[in-house]
């Protein structure tokens, strides 16, 4: 064969195959484009969502703070009024102040309230006012996911476990060692006189508990609700001792039935809730000052619910049920 038409040959070859290469390149080239560009665009819808979360957590943070900062501080602050309140049922001397009811006419179902002493109102006010601003931020937060701020979520639910220990008699009642508890049993009102351990309720309804904090919530025109300051509720009370309205009587009268003639023996179930409220103080105190926390398991809850002095408060739950 003619060498010029080897040559012709070799190149027709060598063109074709060039041809093909680079037909095959550009169609894998245009691949490779099209997937860094599904990639980019991948990136980008990435970016975005992350940029959408960490916005979203932002403003839900910051939300958090804004509804649950000043109340969680609120009712941190009167904890301790609580728990000063608490530590004094231990004192004989208060037992004292607390057994001074007014007096009934013979013969009357008339609810019967403590005599409006130091004492009692600063009972029944230390107990009941952290509930008010613990009632507050439970309505505000009906629809806020808490999970973001696991201090805060923390302390919320140390605080609703207070607000529903209030309604735990017959449960606390119930723990070993058990008690004999049986308030709504048959002729009650008499058989509490001689066994107030077991015969005097100790407790209060859903109902009974919002009725008195709805009377010790402020409610000013144009203004946010607020729970009562000490000074206002000293002269509500006074007002209650001498209203004639039993509406409001009985709600008082509820809450403060298991104070009145208060001693531990005779009131053990309600002894236990304050031994169990706390507990739940303490640890609420803690959860502000020191690193954060959360118990995984029922050991880690007994030490986190731990009293951080036993011998203030002798007779108190010995398991500690998880709140």
């Known amino acids: 064969m003619d060498a010029q038409v080897v040559t012709a040959l070799i190149a027709a070859s060598v063109s074709l195959i060039l041809a093909g290469y680079n037909t095959w390149n550009g169609r894998n080239q245009d691949k ?90 600063a009972t029944i006010y230390g107990l009941y006012a952290p509930m008010v601003v613990v009632r507050q931020l439970s309505r505000k937060l009906s629809l806020t996911d808490l999970s973001l701020e696991p201090k805060i979520e923390l302390q919320y639910h140390l605080a609703s476990s207070i607000y529903r220990s209030f309604r735990d008699d017959q449960r606390l009642a119930a723990i070993d060692p058990t008690i004999a508890y049986s308030p709504f049993a048959s002729e009650w009102r008499s058989r509490r006189e001689t066994e107030p351990s077991q015969f005097w309720w100790q407790g209060l309804t859903l109902g009974r508990l919002e009725g008195m904090l709805d ?48 001693r531990p023996k005779d009131r053990p179930v309600f002894w236990r809730m304050l031994i169990a409220q706390a507990r739940l103080y303490q640890a609420l105190a803690r959860s502000r000052r020191n690193a954060l926390t959360i118990p995984d398991s029922e050991s880690a809850w007994l030490e986190y619910l731990g009293l951080e002095d036993q011998q203030e408060f002798p007779g108190g739950v010995r398991r500690v049920v998880h709140p």
């Open 32 to 121: 490779r484009v099209a997937l860094l560009e599904e990639r980019r665009a991948e990136l980008e819808n990435l970016a975005a969502a992350e940029r959408a979360r960490l916005d979203y957590e932002y403003d839900a943070r910051r939300g958090i703070y804004e509804r649950c900062g000043p109340a969680m501080f609120q009712i941190v602050e009167l904890s301790e009024d609580a728990l000063g309140c608490i530590t004094a049922l231990t004192d004989p001397e208060t037992w004292l102040e607390l057994a001074k009811g007014e007096v009934n006419p013979p013969g009357t179902l008339r609810a019967t309230l403590p005599r409006e002493r130091y004492e009692v109102l």
């Open 215 to 262: 009377l010790m919530t402020v409610k000013p025109e144009g203004g946010d609700e607020r729970v009562m300051s000490f000074g206002e509720f000293e002269r509500f009370y006074q007002e209650i001792f001498l209203d004639q309205d039993e509406i409001r009587r009985k709600v008082v009268a509820a809450a403060a039935n298991a104070i009145y003639c208060f």
